[in-house]
């Protein structure tokens, strides 16, 4: 029997009313379809906007961090390395659970509610499961558009290059959805065959093309990881002839990025020399982080030295931090003290914990008692210090998780950074505060992810079980998609169970994302291959979509 790797899908949780919980994933942006209603109890909705909460608008580098956090994010989740039972005579068999998983999945594809069934494709495609092509073959013929979209990407997780010619149909055909055209290319991306290319290449090539297919065909291309496009990207990027749209020339840069190699790092190099779009520059910071060669710190120092787009100087500092040329610390230290923009000061203390230097230790702790510093600046620094895995800030951080005087957001970054360092020392006091923190559920949802990276998973799984049990329809939504991203075989007999009694649908889409996150191998990896390390300001349709898959 095959292990079977289910992804997490989709779980955008909207409102909640007492009778049907509702729930949503756009991907045709169809956002009539999303119901307004009330929050159970009293509980504040995650959805608020946070300055309607008190809370500043978002600085640069928390949304780099929503992006790209879960490189620094290592939860230890038993399942599925806790299905295989090994006997005593070395012999290896695996657990019951991964069949039952299977078996929901398949009836899942055929459920009711579309919702369910775009996120059991997806998951049937992140699962690498060749068995499920089938399946998604299908679902290819769905009522739902959506539906059709998600079995078409998921067949590119799977490399079904069978299905090539018929996904370039949908690339190709002029009048299609703009998300499914998207959703082709990318698909056709992921297969990684040489057969793709020159489908990719026939779109970009059509002179009626819209922009949102071109921006899509372009980064497919990255996705390839096949250099011999690499001066096909060239052309897009620094074009000999003919006018030049900047944002595909942005998504160039970062396919190359995606490619790797020598070969992209000098087109781009090459590029950054003559370059005045602010769009573009920033790609090409990010695409040189993502390549990580040293040859590229001298073109990132200059885009940190330049004072007109703070964006570019951002992801600049950031692709430094990664790449860790020899005798940048300073540099970067500079960039963290920086006084004319608290924009790049915040993302230049968090690219001090990147960078890994444990000498920047003591520069981070006198940041978070300054008094003279925003808490927003005060909470990057308190994650870099969970990247250095800094144990002797811990009480520092502990004062700062137990406080109820300090905002929310100050508190959850501290409990996060406590898992990060890695202390059992604070166990104990995650776990009080963990079960009396229900009614704040982000305070509750860091503490059980705080534990779980500390390696406590049966204390947070057997309490997660009980407030699900006895929860209001929300804390059912929220436990769900925490169990998913710590649990063990249990907690898949868990949720099996819950599913097969569940009427409700969205705690039965919930559920099946639940299911997704808890199985996948890649810690949905493979989708960040698209979504992260990307410039968040250039926005089309199609990869808006693809963000929202987790």
């Excluded at 921006?215 to 990255?222: D, E, M, P, Q, V």
């Excluded at 981070?364 to 808490?375: A, N, V």
């Excluded at 923190?437 to 079980?465: F, N, R, W």
């Amino acid at each position: 029997m095959k292990l079977y790797f289910l992804p997490a899908i989709f779980v955008i949780i909207l409102y909640v009313s007492a009778d049907e919980l509702a729930y949503a994933w756009c991907p045709a942006g169809s956002f009539g379809r999303v119901p307004i209603g009330g929050w159970p109890d009293g509980v504040p909705p995650p959805e608020v906007l946070r300055e309607e909460r008190g809370v500043p608008t978002k600085q640069l580098w928390e949304t780099w961090w929503e992006a790209n956090n879960a490189i620094f994010l290592d939860y230890r989740k038993p399942f599925p390395k806790d299905i295989l039972e090994v006997n005593a005579d070395g012999s290896s068999v695996i657990g019951a659970e991964a069949g039952m998983l299977k078996t929901l999945l398949e009836t899942a594809i055929k459920d009711s509610d579309y919702n369910v069934r775009l996120a059991t494709a997806i998951a049937m495609g992140k699962s690498r499961d060749t068995s499920f092509i089938p399946k998604l073959i299908e679902a290819l013929n769905d009522e739902e558009r959506e539906v059709k979209d998600s079995a078409i990407l998921a067949l590119g997780f799977l490399k079904n290059t069978e299905s090539i010619p018929k996904i370039a149909e949908k690339l190709l055909e002029p009048k299609a959805n703009v998300v499914s055209r998207g959703w082709a290319a990318y698909s056709l991306g992921y297969m990684r065959s040489p057969i793709s290319i020159e489908y990719l290449k026939k779109s970009l090539e059509l002179k009626s093309q819209n922009s949102d297919t071109l921006y899509a065909s372009t980064i497919a291309l990255g996705l390839l990881k096949d250099p011999s496009v690499a001066g096909y990207l060239s052309d897009i990027l620094i074009p000999q002839k003919g006018k030049k749209d900047p944002y595909q020339a942005a998504y160039a840069a970062l396919a190359l990025g995606r490619l790797g190699g020598d070969e992209a790092l000098q087109i781009l190099l090459n590029a950054a020399k003559n370059e005045k779009n602010d769009d573009v520059n920033r790609c090409i910071a990010i695409a040189l982080g993502m390549i990580g060669k040293s040859e590229a710190k001298d073109v990132l120092v200059n885009y940190c030295k330049q004072e007109k787009d703070t964006l570019s100087r951002a992801f600049a500092v950031i692709a430094l931090a990664k790449i860790k040329p020899d005798g940048i610390y300073d540099f970067v230290l500079e960039c963290a003290s920086n006084k004319k923009s608290e924009d790049f000061k915040g993302i230049g203390i968090l690219a001090l914990g990147i960078l890994g230097q444990e000498k920047a230790i003591p520069v981070l702790k006198t940041l978070i008692s300054d008094k003279k510093i925003s808490d927003q600046l005060k909470n990057s620094a308190i994650l870099s210090l969970g990247f250095l895995k800094a144990k002797n800030a811990v009480n520092e951080l502990l004062e700062i998780a137990k406080s109820n005087r300090e905002l929310e957001s100050k508190r959850t970054y501290a409990i996060s950074a406590l898992g990060m360092i890695g202390d059992e020392a604070v166990v104990a006091d995650i776990e009080t505060l963990f079960k009396n923190s229900l009614k704040t559920p982000d305070i509750y949802k860091e503490c059980a992810y705080s534990l779980a990276m500390l390696g406590q998973h049966k204390t947070v799984l057997e309490q997660l079980y009980k407030d699900y049990e006895s929860g209001n329809s929300y804390i059912k939504m929220n436990n769900m998609t925490i169990l998913g991203k710590i649990g063990d075989k249990g907690t898949a007999r868990f949720i099996k169970n819950k599913f097969d009694k569940e009427t409700n649908k969205s705690l039965r889409f919930v559920m099946v994302s639940a299911i997704g996150y808890l199985c996948d191998p890649s810690g949905g990896n493979l989708i960040k291959e698209l979504t992260a390390d990307n410039n968040y300001q250039i926005k089309f349709l199609s990869i808006d979509h693809v963000r929202q898959i987790p």
